[in-house]
């Protein structure tokens, strides 16, 4: 049995428990309907909005200690999110919890339906170590807006954090339904092994499939976040304005968010021959411009990974094509942001996610190669595009497949509560943020009302001809024929 340590409510010592003491205490505090009401949630919402208020210093703290993410930029991408994220909760809270009616075809009359939502009961989130308060809380906004009971698993690889979450989140939300369970790989896999309503998962697709083999055998339904290799198309701006722009967003989504270990960050470039001195001279002055000062970026989260993107840049011909960068501070665990024209397509830094600050240039003969190119890999999470060209982008729309397109800027997808965000494929699958995270952890339940004023007998046997004809009648909405045949006016 796996052992947590943590805090209860208040300050009293959790000391150590079973997994399935939290959990099954978690769902009896769902069978008990407490989680069900509008009250429940809108006081769970406002308690998390008291967290991220009251204990801002502490997360910015945590965060630089995790990942030597600057204070701004934590705030960016995590604090101020999750913020945002909790208001438009509790803004369109009682919307989202109404019943929706729906229409019914006119046979059906007198009938009423509508569809609605219920939570789905106890539900598990398993975050991952790069945004690692907003991946964590992100989704338990939708978990708890929805009316269930959750249990987090923060990951074990952003330690000051993870310590972080387990002690104030029991502070601040119902201790007994809301649960953080603190461990590494044996402990998710002791999570897994229970039964869950819904299993929502952010981490690497090697990690995700074995989420769906343990999901399997209870039939629980799961969302994965995975990522993939993020293209952006950059086409031959003419603009020299519209061009810095550009390249400033490109050196934003690369090294500004998490040094590039963020699964929506730009994973390499897709430029024309002629353009790439262009684009590389003018990435040399934006990362001069952005990231002379290394405060201003995050560092490698651990040695593992460190050596991983060291090994990308130890393979010769990968070397070989930096053009810019390359310099590692084992140290520090930082690596400076690097530029590589044309490395081999075959070798594993193209051929797999990198999750570092490492940006492959590959150039094309033309830019609408760059469809081609994209339609024989795997479907990305997001695929950026920079071109005033509409007929262009409505092929990239039409064309290919990912879980999101961006024209001409990166991230704001991801802070874009009426969008839903979310991969395909091997990006992943399920879809959450704002109303799509209520869904998310939803049952969408149809409910019709009928009463017994009118009953069509034609729907019961003994058969006839008659009968079949006016169930053809009414299989194609031809009302008119169905009155005449039901009259004995039609055949």
């Known amino acids: 049995m796996a052992l947590i340590t943590g805090k209860k409510c208040g300050d009293e010592e959790m000391g150590p428990l079973g997994l399935e003491t939290e959990v099954a205490e978690a769902r009896t505090t769902f069978d008990s309907g407490k989680t069900k009401g509008f009250e429940w949630r809108k006081s769970q919402l406002q308690a998390l909005l008291r967290l991220l208020q009251e204990k801002e210093e502490d997360m910015l703290k945590v965060l630089k200690e995790d990942l030597g993410k600057h204070r701004v930029e934590a705030y960016r991408d995590e604090v101020g999110a999750l913020t945002k994220s909790v208001d438009n909760a509790l803004l369109n809270l009682k919307k989202w919890m109404a019943p929706e009616k729906v229409s019914l075809p006119l046979v059906a009359v007198p009938t009423v339906a509508e569809i609605v939502p219920e939570p789905l009961g106890v539900v598990l989130v398993i975050s991952s170590w790069n945004f690692p308060i907003g991946l964590s809380l992100e989704p338990m906004i939708g978990a708890i807006a929805a009316g269930n009971a959750a249990v987090l698993k923060p990951s074990e690889l952003a330690p000051a954090t993870s ?133 201003h970026l995050a560092r490698i989260v651990n040695k593992h990974h460190f050596q991983r993107l060291c090994n990308l840049l130890q393979d010769e011909s990968v070397a070989a094509s930096v053009v810019h960068g390359g310099s590692v501070n084992a140290e520090e665990l930082f690596i400076e942001p690097t530029i590589l024209l044309n490395p081999p397509l075959d070798k594993e830094i193209m051929t797999e996610e990198i999750f570092g600050p490492l940006l492959p240039i590959i150039t094309l003969k033309k830019i609408e190669d760059s469809i081609e190119f994209l339609r024989a890999r795997p479907k990305p999470l997001v695929i950026y595009a920079f071109t005033h060209d509409e007929k262009f982008k409505q092929r990239i729309v039409d064309d290919t497949s990912s879980g999101c397109v961006m024209f001409n800027d990166t991230l704001i997808q991801y802070l874009c509560d009426t969008i839903p965000f979310g991969g395909v494929g091997q990006s992943g699958f399920g879809q959450y943020h704002g109303k799509f995270s209520f869904d998310n952890f939803s049952n969408r339940k149809p409910v019709g009302r009928r009463n017994f004023l009118i009953e069509f007998s034609f729907r019961y046997p003994p058969w006839n001809e008659k009968k079949l004809q006016l169930l053809r009648h009414i299989y194609r909405f031809d009302y008119i024929g169905f009155v005449l045949c039901f009259l004995g006016l039609k055949r």
């Open 163 to 295: 310590e972080f979450l387990a002690a104030e989140v029991p502070k601040y939300l119902d201790c007994e339904a809301i649960k953080v369970i603190q461990g590494g790989p044996q402990v998710a896999e002791q999570l897994l092994d229970l039964k869950w309503d819904k299993i929502f998962f952010t981490g690497s697709a090697q990690v995700g499939r074995i989420v769906m083999t343990a999901a399997a055998k209870h039939l629980t339904p799961v969302t994965l976040e995975l990522g993939g290799k993020c293209p952006a198309i950059f086409d031959s701006l003419k603009s020299s304005r519209d061009q810095r722009m550009a390249v400033g967003r490109v050196a934003g989504a690369k090294w500004g968010s998490c040094l590039g270990q963020a699964c929506i960050g730009i994973d390499y470039l897709l430029v024309t021959d002629e353009y790439a001195p262009t684009l590389i001279e003018l990435l040399k002055g934006v990362i001069k411009e952005f990231f002379s000062n290394s405060e």
